[in-house]
């Protein structure tokens, strides 16, 4: 396969949806690059996300079926990277996908050419982003900040995007990741210089 796989990770609260739909938004009519929506076992809820939503049986059976890339389990639901990814990569394009940090080992060992880019903030913004969406129940809140960084096994270097100003901030620099993959060129390891208190250990682990 000769396209991208591109894995973005990060803390509960980090702005991944937000960062993921801005950029998709401004690169939409770009055939090179490819937005993964994925299959939840959650019904819609007026996020940032536009997930397909399927009931535990119908998972069960595509995910028996074969239908998924990739597929995670994480606080009672169950998330399907759709296998059509696969010919998206065979044609060379950037494929973007938000996971769980805990996938990633498992996605890089199937998917070689993968990028990992890891969406952070400082630990007071993500409670606070937290507390605003109200998606967990608060006593999930400190378990979500305080999950390690990525698991052992992980191969590849990730490149970490703060989100600490305004989400065009943040998209525009998501964005110049995603254009540096598609261009083949070796980009930096950091997106702009990470400041004290930023989150670099905490990996959100069912998004």
Partial sequence: MNGTLVLIAGPSGAGKDTLIRLAQQRLRGEPRFVFVRRVITRQRDG?????????????????????????????GLRYGVPRAIEQDLADGRVVIVNVSRAIIPEAVHRYPNSQVVIITAPVEMLAARLAERGR????????RLGRPDLPAGSRTPPFYISNDRTPRDGAEALLARLHEFASGASPSFAAEPLRPGDMLTNIEKPS
């Fill in 47 to 75: 996020g940032a996300e536009d997930h397909e939503p399927a009931s535990a049986a119908e998972f069960a059976r595509r995910h028996e079926d074969g239908a998924f890339a990739l597929s995670w389990e994480a606080h």
């Fill in 136 to 143: 967990e129940p608060l006593s999930q809140h400190e378990a």
